[in-house]
């Protein structure tokens, strides 16, 4: 098990109770009162924690290594999923899965960031950073869906696009700007899930959805923290402060109407309980599915349209004329 | 006096820039160290005479050169709200307010109404020096409106891009512009109105990664500089020196991400010739 900072406290009455259970294993003295009350600690010291998350603490759990990824969310919850790859001009994206599963019957298409679960498979997805050809492959798959009448399901967990050279060079932002403006007019139900990371142009790359959801442990934002508290603070050291003024949180997204809902996690986080977690979410895209397909595709394209011209905020000034209407002379 | 007497005092009233707006009646060329009278820079269509330096151009500016004339502006009122209370070593009430003062905008773009060569056209054009340009609500409704007056009278849009990208101060709202100004520009599409996007010296970001890239006709100034993440980012990441003249828009243009590069001088004759075409 790995405990993050924060978790401390929960660490050391892991071993406390790794230690009473071995007593109990050797010697004949009954230690399950010892147990149970241990194990009450645990659960109430990890609510009293996971109760009062902060901002940066909760990137903290969404980075967590023992986390599930896309591909374990999807081959859990769909028991035939077939991979497919390739955006047919270029290559193989690592970082960005898809393919076609089923959820209890109803056949969809999954795309999804993928993280790797050691060193060696982390530097094969490339930390879950996609190129150009990983938003192309998303494409060609959403296109699929479409064409054969199968809903989409997209996993959103990225630190960001790949900011690479020959990303650059085959056309990063033409392939995320692409993704928005098709996934605008698919005529299939879309369904997004932040269950990991959302940074940036690279979540949104694939997250233009009828319904956005976040996993209770994830973040959102324009920009990581990191980043952030070193281009406003000028220096790395103010993440904290920055994930905090970002609002970057599944509770504030909500309460700012970016999203449509919050899927709960298990009690400790999704990774205390993967299987857990996966039925959690699996009931959710399954409800949104069902809604979604009751509507006829025009209006739920333009439902889905009016939900994204709804985002922003702004105060009406007086007119002024701040440029005043210029004449030829 | 035509539009160049405009543009000088287009260009004394800006000075507040003081990099790039030349002083008094000197201009020194930020690129080639060689100086020229302001008023050569000025008829050159504020390229330097020596070099052909691009100087960067405010929306007024621009206008200036594109539109007949006459033009009015439209949705003007619209002002940036601190939704999230952001405070880094500012508040953003603060950075809003001091952005206001040196540049006399409200917010990084302003959109245009008016005629080239007697054809309608809207221009949506930022501003760099109002906080980089970047995208926050403001200017994602300004553009998801600019759409809709467009739908609405079958008038072509042109968007002039100049933006380090999307206003962190406004987070997730500004990262839901792209989604936004995307999904907006595919109603247009739809309906077949022409979008020219024209991107000039800088555009990076999530203003690149959303409607910068949708144009029916991808455009821009030369040498401009046009990515998704910033050169200072990349050199990070790839830990090596980036070649010569990547990212420019000559670079763009050899990969297939630009239709044409265009020398301001022709600026207003080539839009001309593509709305008479459209
Ligand atoms: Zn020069």
């Known amino acids: 098990m790995v405990f ?71 081959n859990q919850m769909s028991k035939k999923f077939i991979e497919l790859h390739g955006d047919r001009y270029f290559k193989d994206d690592k970082a960005i899965v898809g393919g076609i599963g089923n959820l209890d019957g109803q056949s969809v298409v999954f795309i999804g960031h993928q993280k790797g679960v050691n060193t060696k498979m982390r530097q094969f997805r490339n930390f879950g950073m996609a190129n150009p050809e990983g938003y ?33 060079e085959r056309g990063q932002a033409e392939a ?46 324009v920009i990581s923290p990191e980043s952030c508290s070193s281009i406003l603070w000028r220096s790395w050291d103010y993440k904290e402060q920055a994930a905090d003024a970002l609002k970057l949180t599944a509770d504030h997204m909500l309460e700012f109407k970016l999203i449509d809902g919050i899927v709960k996690e298990p009690p400790g986080g999704a990774h205390s309980a993967p299987e857990e977690a996966v039925k959690m979410l699996k009931k959710q895209l399954k409800k949104s599915i069902a809604e979604l397909q009751e509507m006829d595709p025009d209006a739920r394209i333009e439902a889905r349209i009016h939900k994204y011209s709804q985002m922003g905020h702004y105060d009406l000034m007086k007119k002024k004329a701040i440029v005043e209407t210029k004449s030829t002379e | 006096m035509g539009w160049f007497k405009r543009l000088k005092d287009g260009i004394i009233t800006s000075t507040k820039d003081k990099k790039e707006a030349p002083d008094g009646l000197w201009y020194k060329c930020g690129k080639c160290k060689e100086t020229s009278t302001q008023k050569d820079v000025v008829e050159n269509f504020y390229k330097c005479p020596k070099c052909n330096y691009h100087i960067r151009l405010t929306s007024a500016q621009y206008f200036e050169v594109i539109f007949d004339g006459k033009y009015e502006t ?57 906080i980089g340009g970047s995208m926050g609500s403001v200017m994602g409704e300004k553009i998801a409106k600019s759409i809709d007056f467009c739908r609405e009278n079958k008038i072509p849009l042109m968007i002039i891009s100049k933006s380090g990208g999307a206003r962190m ?24 109105v022409p979008y020219f996007s024209f991107m000039t010296d800088p555009t990076t970001g999530g203003v690149t990664a959303s409607f910068a890239m949708l144009g029916d006709i991808n455009f821009s100034e030369p040498e401009a500089l046009i990515g998704f993440a910033g050169p200072r980012v990349i050199k990070e990441t790839i830990k090596q020196e980036l070649p010569e003249g990547f990212q420019t828009s000559e670079f763009l243009l050899e990969h297939g991400f630009l239709d044409f590069i265009v020398d301001r001088k022709d600026l207003k004759e080539r839009i001309g010739d593509l709305l008479a075409m459209f």
């Not at chain 1, 990137?59 to 990824?69: A, D, F, G, K």
């Not at chain 2, 060569?117 to 020096?129: E, G, H, Q, Y």
């Not at chain 2, 709202?173 to 739809?190: E, G």
Request: glycine share 6%; proline share 4%; hydrophobic share 40%.
């Open chain 1, 4 to 74: 993050l900072e924060f978790e401390k406290p929960l660490e050391s009455l892991y071993q406390q109770l790794d230690k009473i259970r071995q007593v109990g294993e050797v010697g004949d003295i009954d230690v399950s009162d010892k147990i149970a009350e241990l194990e009450n600690k645990i659960k109430n010291e990890r609510k009293a924690i996971y109760d009062n998350l902060t901002g940066w603490q909760k990137v903290q759990l969404s980075r967590h290594p023992e986390r599930p990824y896309s591909l374990f969310y999807i």
């Open chain 1, 136 to 168: 192309r492959k998303a494409l060609r798959l959403m296109k699929l869906a479409e064409r054969f009448n199968l809903p989409v399901i997209s996993l959103i967990d990225t630190p960001g696009a790949f900011p690479g050279l020959e990303a650059e």
């Open chain 1, 176 to 221: 995320i700007a692409r993704n928005l403006f098709e996934m605008a007019q698919l005529r299939v139900p879309i369904v997004c899930a932040v269950i990991g990371e959302g940074a940036s142009g690279g979540a949104i790359g694939i997250g233009l959805g009828d319904q956005v959801f976040m996993m209770e442990n994830t973040w959102y934002s």
């Open chain 2, 74 to 130: 439209l949705f003007d009122d619209l002002i940036s709200k601190d939704i999230l209370g952001f405070t880094d070593l500012k508040s953003y009430p603060d950075r809003l307010e001091a952005a206001r003062k040196k540049t006399d905008l409200t917010d990084a773009m302003t959109v245009g109404h008016g005629k080239v060569n007697r054809k309608p056209l809207v221009i949506a054009a930022m501003d760099f020096t109002f």
């Open chain 2, 169 to 192: 101060m406004e987070s997730a709202f500004s990262l839901m512009q792209m989604a936004k100004t995307s999904a907006k520009l595919s109603q247009l599409a739809k309906e077949g």
